[in-house]
């Protein structure tokens, strides 16, 4: 793993991913937030004007990545 040239910090995700029941939602100050269905939006329209297609509603039985390197 190369060392990251930005400033950075490790987190635990751990801590985070036991919400107490009932609850909506957790704040956290240094986060941003998404757009989510922009995002998306987004994304489809750039892969389309790079002449990708989309498979929507179609069951994905594997994925296997090409090139992935951990």
């Avoid at 609850?23 to 240094?30: A, K, L, R, T």
């Avoid at 269905?37 to 594997?62: R, T």
């Amino acid at each position: 793993m190369r060392k990251p040239s930005a400033p950075n910090r490790s987190l635990n995700a751990g801590r985070n991913s036991a919400a107490p029941e009932g609850y909506v939602g957790v704040f956290e100050p240094d986060a941003g937030f998404l757009r989510s269905e922009l995002a998306v939006a987004s994304l489809i329209k750039l892969a389309k004007e790079a002449g990708c297609s989309q498979l929507f509603n179609c069951p994905v039985s594997a994925v296997n990545p090409i090139g992935w390197r951990r």
